[in-house]
C-alpha cells in the first residue's frame, strides 16, 4: 500500500504545495530572480533616441582642465556656451556644490541668466537651506507613508536659491543591491523634494508646482499640471525604461548644436564618481537620470499591478495541477514546453504592448518541478511494471516482442492480426566449404556465424527491423511489427544495402586471416501475413505467416540462379524510390503457379543502359533469342559491371531455350518457372 502510495502521480501534489508556498512567502532569492527576469524585459526592447545629452567630465577633460574639483568658473563659462553657442535647452549640473568655493559668484551670475538645474542628496544631517520645493501636497498626513529622510544636503545658499530648480539625486535599490526604480519624490521633516528627473519634468513644462495626492498607503496620485498624470507605486517610485537613450559627449568633445535638448553634465573620471549598479551593469549617476527623464518624457509607463502577485500565485497553483494532470495524458515534455512557450511568449507581448510586467519565473519553475516528480513517479510505475513483464517473459521470448508486450500486456495471447509486412531473408551462399575449413575447430565456426549475425542484425534493427530467427546461417527479419513502421519497403531495401556492404568488409578481415570469403544472397518481398504469439499453451514465439512470407524466401533461393545479392518482389519493388531497381524476370518460384516480376539494386544506371535493359527484356519475352543474346551481350558492363553475371546465366538460359521445344508452343508468356527452391 505505500508503494503504491509512493508510485501515485498525485504525490506531486506535495511538490506543488511546496512551491506555492515559496512564491507566497517570496524570500529574497525569489525576489531577485523575478527582478532580474523584469530585467531581461525591460532591455530587450528596441532603444529609442531622445534629444537628451550626457556631458561626461573625463580624465581627459580633467587633464585639460587640470583640478578637481572643477572650478566654480569653469562651470560658467560651460553653462554660457551650452546656451548661447551651442544651443541647450535645459542645462542640469549633476555636481553637489555644498562648500563655497572660487568662482561661486561668477557661477550665480551665470545661473541668473541661463536655467540650470542642481542637485542635492538626502543625507542623514543636513545642511546648507534647500530650495523651497514647489510641491502642493493633499493629505499630507499620510507623508510618513513615502520615503523620508532625516535630513538633506543642499548646494551653498548662493547657488541654491539661484538655481531655476534643484532635485534630490537619490536611488533606492532592490534587494539584489541593483536600481531599477527611482522614486519621484521624497521626504525631509515636513518637505516634499521632487527627484532630479521630476525637477527637469517641471521646469522642461515652465510649471512652478508639481501635485502629489497621498492616502494611508502612500502615493495615490502624481501630477505636473502641464503633463497628465505620472503613474508611480505607493512609494512614488517609477520604472525606468531603460530603452530610452541619450547621446554621450566627452566634455572635450562638444557638439554644435545640441537642438534644444536637456544637457546632463557629470564626471565620469577616475576617483571622482561611483557608477550604480543597473539593469545594464554599472551606470553613472547623470546616465541613470538621462533614463528616467526619457521614461518620463515619452509617458512610458511600466507597470507590476498590485494583483500581480496573486494572480501568479493562482496561476501557479492551476498549472500545476494541469501538468499532474498531463502526465497522465502524455509522454514526453512536449505538452510542458508549450505551455511555457506560451507564458513566455504572454510576458514578452504585455510588456512589448502595454509595458505590463508579469512574473513567469515561479510559475515555470513550480509547473517543470510538479511535472517532472508526476512524470518521474508515472515512468517508476510503469518501469516496475515493464520489469515484471520481463522478468516473466524475457527468458523465452525475444526481446522486441518484450518490449510490445510492457506497453500492451493484452497482447500476451495466442493469436495475432493482419498486416501488410515486408519481410528479409539472407542466407550464406556456399556455406560447406566455408564449414570444411573448421571441422577440427567447430568452435570457430561458430565464432565465424556470431561475426556475421552481429553486424547483419544491427543493419537490421538499425533501419527498424525485427529479428524473427536465425536458422543456422539464415536470418530471417520482417518490417512493420511487433510497432508500424512507415516506408517499410524502403527502410528493407535499405538495409540490404548495408548488409551486402557490411559483408563486404567482413570479407576483407577474413582475407587477412586467409580464411576463404563470406558471399551472401538476400530475398524481400512484401504482402499481408498474419503477425502474432504463435505456439502452443506452453509455448509460443512471436512470428509472421502467410503466402508472402514464403516467397520471400524463394526469391532468396533465386538470387544465385540470376547471379545477383538481392532479389526483391514487385510488391516492394513498387514503393521502393531511394534506390535504383531493376527488373530482372518474371518468374513463377517452386511451388506458385502465379508469376511475379523481380528486382535487384544497383549502384548506378543511365538512362542508355536502362533503355538498352528494357529491349534485352522485350526480346526475351518475344522469344527473339539472338536479339537478347546481342543485347545482353553489349550490355554486360552496363550498371558498373554488377548484372554481368546475370547477363552471362540468361544467355545460357536462352541457349538451353533454343534447343528446346518451347520454340514450337504457342503458350509462351515469358515467364521461367523455376524448378527448384
Keep these: 500500500m505505500f508503494k503504491k502510495l509512493l508510485l501515485s502521480p498525485w504525490t506531486a501534489i506535495i511538490t506543488l504545495l511546496i512551491c506555492a508556498y515559496i512564491r507566497l512567502s517570496d524570500p529574497g532569492f525569489v525576489e531577485s530572480v523575478r527582478l532580474r527576469y523584469f530585467d531581461t524585459l525591460i532591455t530587450s526592447q528596441e532603444p529609442v533616441q531622445n534629444n537628451i545629452h550626457t556631458i561626461n567630465i573625463d580624465d581627459p577633460a580633467l587633464n585639460e582642465i587640470g583640478s578637481w574639483p572643477v572650478p566654480r568658473s569653469y562651470y560658467a563659462d560651460l553653462i ?14 549633476n555636481v553637489l556644490m555644498p562648500e563655497s568655493a572660487e568662482g561661486d559668484n561668477e557661477l550665480a551670475e551665470i545661473m541668473e541668466t541661463f536655467p540650470v538645474i542642481l542637485t542635492s ?8 537651506t534647500p530650495k523651497k520645493p514647489g510641491a502642493v501636497i493633499l493629505n499630507p498626513d499620510y507623508m510618513n507613508t513615502i520615503i523620508n529622510y532625516p535630513g538633506i544636503i543642499a548646494n551653498t545658499p548662493e547657488l541654491e536659491q539661484r538655481a531655476y530648480g534643484v532635485g534630490i539625486a537619490s536611488t533606492l535599490p532592490e534587494i539584489d543591491g541593483v536600481t531599477r526604480r527611482i522614486p519621484l519624490i521624497s521626504a525631509v521633516g515636513e518637505n516634499l523634494y521632487p527627484s532630479v528627473a521630476l525637477e527637469i519634468l517641471r521646469s522642461a513644462a515652465g510649471d512652478t508646482t508639481f501635485q502629489v495626492k497621498l492616502f494611508e498607503l502612500g502615493v495615490e496620485k502624481m501630477r505636473i499640471p502641464a503633463f497628465d498624470t505620472i503613474p508611480t507605486d505607493q512609494l512614488g517610485r517609477i520604472w525606468i525604461d531603460w530603452s530610452q537613450k541619450s547621446t554621450s559627449h566627452s566634455l572635450t568633445n562638444l557638439p554644435d548644436d545640441f537642438g534644444g535638448g536637456v544637457v546632463i553634465i557629470g564626471p565620469t573620471a577616475a576617483g571622482t564618481n561611483q557608477p550604480i549598479a543597473t539593469a545594464l551593469g554599472g551606470s553613472w549617476p547623470h546616465e541613470l537620470q538621462s533614463a528616467v527623464v526619457g521614461t518620463m518624457f515619452n509617458g512610458v509607463n511600466i507597470e507590476r499591478y498590485d494583483w500581480a502577485d496573486g494572480a501568479e500565485l493562482i496561476a501557479l497553483v492551476g498549472l500545476g495541477f494541469l501538468a499532474i494532470l498531463i502526465s497522465y495524458w502524455t509522454y514526453g515534455f512536449v505538452p510542458v514546453v508549450a505551455v511555457v512557450g506560451g507564458m513566455y511568449y504572454a510576458a514578452q507581448y504585455y510588456y512589448a504592448e502595454q509595458r505590463l510586467l508579469f512574473d513567469i519565473t515561479a510559475i515555470i519553475f513550480a509547473l517543470v518541478l510538479t511535472y517532472i516528480h508526476a512524470y518521474t513517479v508515472k515512468f517508476l510505475k510503469e518501469f516496475y511494471q515493464k520489469q515484471q513483464i520481463k522478468r516473466q517473459f524475457g527468458t523465452y521470448i525475444s526481446k522486441e516482442l518484450v518490449a510490445e508486450l510492457q506497453k500492451h500486456p493484452e497482447k500476451m495471447q495466442l493469436g495475432g492480426d493482419t498486416r501488410e509486412m515486408t519481410f528479409l531473408f539472407c542466407d550464406i551462399r556456399g556455406f560447406t566449404p566455408i564449414s570444411e575449413q573448421y571441422k577440427t575447430d567447430p568452435q570457430g565456426l561458430t565464432k565465424l556465424i556470431n561475426k556475421f549475425l552481429t553486424p ?10 525485427t529479428i524473427d530467427k536465425y536458422m543456422g546461417d539464415c536470418i530471417m527479419a520482417f518490417w512493420n511489427a511487433p510497432l508500424e513502421v512507415n516506408g517499410h519497403e524502403q527502410k528493407a531495401v535499405l538495409a540490404a544495402q548495408d548488409m551486402v556492404n557490411g559483408v563486404r568488409r567482413l570479407n576483407e578481415e577474413l582475407s587477412k586471416d586467409n580464411l576463404l570469403p563470406i558471399n551472401i544472397g538476400i530475398g524481400i518481398n512484401t504482402g499481408a501475413c498474419v503477425v502474432g ?8 514465439d512471436y512470428s509472421v505467416l502467410g ?5 520471400g524466401s524463394r526469391l532468396e533461393g533465386q538470387s544465385k540462379s540470376y547471379g545477383v545479392i538481392t532479389v526483391i518482389g514487385e510488391e516492394t519493388a513498387r514503393s521502393v524510390t531511394e534506390v535504383q531497381l531493376v527488373e530482372l524476370d518474371l518468374i513463377a518460384v517452386k511451388g ?22 528494357k529491349e534485352y527484356l522485350k526480346a526475351y519475352r518475344q522469344r527473339e533469342w ?6 545482353a551481350g553489349g550490355n554486360k558492363l552496363a550498371f558498373g559491371g554488377e548484372l554481368e553475371k546475370y547477363y552471362e546465366l540468361m544467355s545460357e538460359r536462352i541457349t538451353d531455350l533454343e534447343k528446346s521445344d518451347i520454340n514450337d508452343l504457342e503458350t509462351w508468356d515469358g515467364v521461367y518457372r523455376a524448378t527448384t527452391k
Excluded: C
Aim: net charge positive; proline share 4%; charged share 25%.
Design 533 to 540: 504469439n504463435m505456439g502452443s499453451d506452453q509455448r509460443f
Design 626 to 631: 539472338a536479339q537478347a543474346k546481342r543485347v
Design 121 to 128: 542628496v538626502p543625507s542623514q544631517w543636513s545642511k546648507n
Design 547 to 551: 503466402d508472402a512470407v514464403n516467397l
Design 592 to 613: 506458385k503457379d502465379v508469376p511475379v516480376r523481380i528486382f535487384t539494386p544497383v549502384t548506378s544506371a543511365t538512362d542508355k543502359e536502362l533503355k538498352k535493359h
Design 80 to 93: 554660457a556656451d551650452l546656451y548661447g553657442n551651442r544651443n541647450a535647452g535645459l542645462v542640469v549640473l
Design 456 to 465: 547483419m542484425t544491427n543493419i537490421i534493427m538499425g533501419h527498424k527491423g
